[in-house]
């Protein structure tokens, strides 16, 4: 009972975000409302620490989770703004006539950028609109849009999702940014195909063979070798650089007088292309170029623990404070945030590209006011898993003293905890490394954010890992990567699809044919999970 009892603030969302279908900003709240109710007066947290630790979470959700967002799509706006964003799209289109290495150009390629630098939403928004700019059926640039855009799902927005992981869970970072990437790499190569085959089928890719494999490979490899050496940060923006350029050289130099087109378009024989502005393209790239060189400038060996505070005389660039947990302090490493550095990056660049301050600083009110729906959504939402979160006794660890206890002096497992409980008594060992990927996918569906799934059940997908003997860096790491297939069928999603494309009404016949991909990605993804824990746990961090 106490386990269903924790599990209601989640079927508020459950509830309220796909059957209801209302806006993540209303639902949030009022779970989080639910959620403070229940653990001061159903489970008897003191009411001082339940508050207390539900404003850690918020402040979390902000500095340091939207705070990196916040500076991405800053600069985002201010290229789109001043037109670079389009010289930057124009250059892409250009390169092919052909409907499939489009897709793969710009449904996989760009997207996987855009879901790099900036997230929520974007990522299908901004390449679903070019696609039917160029003649795409609305229908057809919707689906390869949310088909293509699962394999830098966990690494978005400066991997805001891996990062709230590692904060809600307490588990190393680098540890699920490499194991994320062991499951990821796979994936992503795989849907590099899917997206040419939800166009053209079987017989469609063999003609397109090998800008396929330039994609799907180039982009896997690098995520891989990123998120397994560097780190989650930037896995995604390098993948697709990398990815972009590669295929990019391929297709400006590949000599071809026919092009595959959808039926019954007309064919436009030998397209004109190849007409670029390589100074404008390079330029527009600037700022994320900047963007990669400040983040690995900063995270160093030896700039590491300069820029996170630790060393003496840069205490300045870390802000924290004693909240609520002795052992859990609040910390944020502004200069160090990849925010931070997006700012930095934009800055230096609208130099170059005259852009004037003024329209940069123009861009602060304005993202603001855009963001603020989902500043007040992610910030209930790391409330509500912070609260959860919580356990009694709080005992400090230097005085062993208790900090915190509950009415009765007795000792309180936290909500979380007596989920996971539950779900060890009732899931089989071998069972677990496939419903794993599907709770990911459950969260990203009810939430439409990988960094909120993560947030409310990264924590107990480590716990019920443990309780079964399994590892808790794979199973939240399969969570995280099951998130993907979530994105694919997420309400909001679909919806921020068909708006892209002039469909709205139409996110019903959307979700049936994304579902068909969904489901066998999260089979294969439990299957991949299953592997690591049983056949090669060597290869778990």
């Known amino acids: 009972m106490d386990a269903f009892i924790a599990s209601l603030p989640l079927l508020v969302f459950l509830i309220g975000l796909p059957v209801l279908m209302q806006p993540a900003v209303r639902v949030a709240p009022v779970a989080w409302l639910l959620t403070i109710i229940l653990a001061i007066f159903y489970y ?42 389009n010289k930057m ?14 897709a793969l150009l710009i449904g996989f390629g760009f997207s996987a950028f855009l879901e790099g630098i900036c997230g929520f939403g974007a990522p299908v928004a901004i390449p679903a609109s070019i696609l039917v700019g160029l003649g795409y059926d609305p229908i057809m640039a919707a689906l390869v849009c949310l088909i293509a855009n699962t394999g830098p799902v966990p690494f978005g927005s400066l991997a805001i999702p891996t990062d709230t992981l590692a904060l809600t869970t307490q588990l190393d970072f680098m540890k699920l940014s490499q194991m994320t990437g062991r499951l990821m790499a796979p994936l992503a190569f795989i849907m590099s195909f899917a997206t040419v085959f939800i166009m053209s089928g079987i017989k469609g890719m063999t003609g397109i063979m090998p800008a396929i494999l330039i994609t799907g490979i180039s982009f ?4 891989f070798a990123v998120s397994n050496i560097l780190g989650a940060t930037l896995a995604s923006i390098l993948g697709a650089l990398v990815c972009l350029g590669c295929l990019s050289v391929y297709l400006y130099n590949l000599k071809v007088d026919e092009y595959w087109i959808f039926p019954n378009e007309k064919n436009p024989g030998v397209c004109n292309t190849k007409n670029i502005n390589f100074q404008e393209l390079a330029m527009s790239w600037l700022p994320y170029i900047l963007l990669t060189l400040l983040v690995i400038a900063v995270n160093l060996p030896s700039t590491r623990p300069i820029f996170a505070g630790k ?11 004693y909240i609520y947990n002795p052992n859990k302090i609040y910390a944020f490493t502004w200069l160090q945030s990849p925010g931070t550095l997006m700012l930095i990056a934009g800055l230096i660049s609208f130099k170059f590209m005259k852009i004037p301050f003024s329209e940069y600083t123009k ?29 009694l ?58 960094t909120s799934a993560n947030a409310l059940f990264g924590n107990l997908q480590a716990l019920t890992a443990q309780g079964l003997g ?17 994105k694919m069928i997420s309400p909001q ?49």
């Open 44 to 85: 008897g947290f003191p009411a001082q620490v339940t508050l207390l630790a539900a404003l850690q979470g918020a402040i979390t959700g902000i500095f340091p989770i939207m705070y990196i967002p916040f500076g991405a799509i800053v600069v985002y706006n201010v290229l789109k703004t001043t037109g670079w964003m």
């Open 89 to 102: 799209q124009n250059a892409m289109s250009s390169l092919t006539c052909d409907r499939r290495a489009q």
């Open 220 to 223: 896997s490899i690098v995520e």
């Open 311 to 321: 060393v003496p005389g840069s205490e300045w660039m870390l802000i924290k404070s």
């Open 363 to 391: 861009q602060f009110s304005i993202t603001f006011k855009q963001m603020l729906p989902a500043f007040i959504t992610v910030a209930c939402i790391l409330s509500i898993s912070e609260v959860m979160n919580m356990a």
């Open 393 to 450: 006794p709080i005992v400090d660890a230097k005085t062993k003293m208790a900090v915190w206890v509950s009415g009765s002096g007795a000792a309180q497992p936290s909500m979380i905890a007596m989920m996971a409980k539950s779900l060890v008594a009732t899931v089989d060992q071998q069972f677990m490394p496939f419903l794993s990927p599907l709770i990911g996918a459950l969260g990203v569906f009810i939430t439409g954010s990988n």
């Open 470 to 486: 399994l590892s808790d860096i794979l199973m939240a790491s399969a969570g995280s990567a099951g998130a993907s297939a979530g």
């Open 493 to 541: 999603s679909i919806v921020i699809a068909a708006t892209a494309v002039g469909l709205l009404g139409k996110e019903g016949l959307i979700m049936r044919r994304t579902i068909k991909y969904a489901l066998p990605y999260v089979i294969f993804l439990g299957f991949m999970v299953w592997l690591y824990s049983f056949v090669f746990p060597g290869l778990i961090p």
